[in-house]
Nanobody, 121 residues
Framework: QVQLVESGGGLVQAGGSLRLSCVASGSISSINAMGWYRQAPGKQRELVAGISSGGATNYADSVKGRFTISDPNAKNTVYLQMNSLKPEDTAVYYC???????????????WGQGTQVTVSS
């Protein structure tokens, strides 16, 4: 069993900053990649940022230059530093990890429960 637990969401004014954290725990053999997605009301879930086990990162165009994803691999933790937040960043943010559980040859995606980020104008 693999669990992802997020923290760090909240309410912030436009131009402010927040840092989201996600910790993966349980029977983990390896993690191939971790990332953050978000879903605003009435919209589809979208990728915000991702990082591979090798450290390669990718970002949605809308957050480039404002958000930074980082992953202290040894602790199975990923952070999303969000700066210069805008009202359009308001959404539920979900942590995602592609994990190979212990005793399995196959990797699969796991999701956290989501954390609300609200940016007021």
């Amino acid at each position: 069993q693999v669990q992802l637990v997020e923290s760090g969401g909240g309410l912030v004014q436009a131009g402010g900053s927040l840092r989201l954290s996600c910790v993966a725990s349980g029977s983990i053999s390896s993690i191939n990649a971790m990332g953050w997605y978000r879903q605003a009301p009435g919209k589809q879930r979208e990728l915000v940022a991702g990082i591979s086990s090798g450290g390669a990162t990718n970002y949605a165009d809308s957050v480039k230059g404002r958000f930074t994803i980082s992953d202290p691999n040894a602790k199975n933790t990923v952070y999303l530093q969000m700066n210069s937040l805008k009202p359009e960043d308001t959404a539920v943010y979900y942590c995602n990890a592609n994990v190979r559980p212990s005793g399995s040859w196959l990797a699969r995606d796991y999701w956290g429960q989501g954390t609300q980020v609200t940016v007021s104008s």
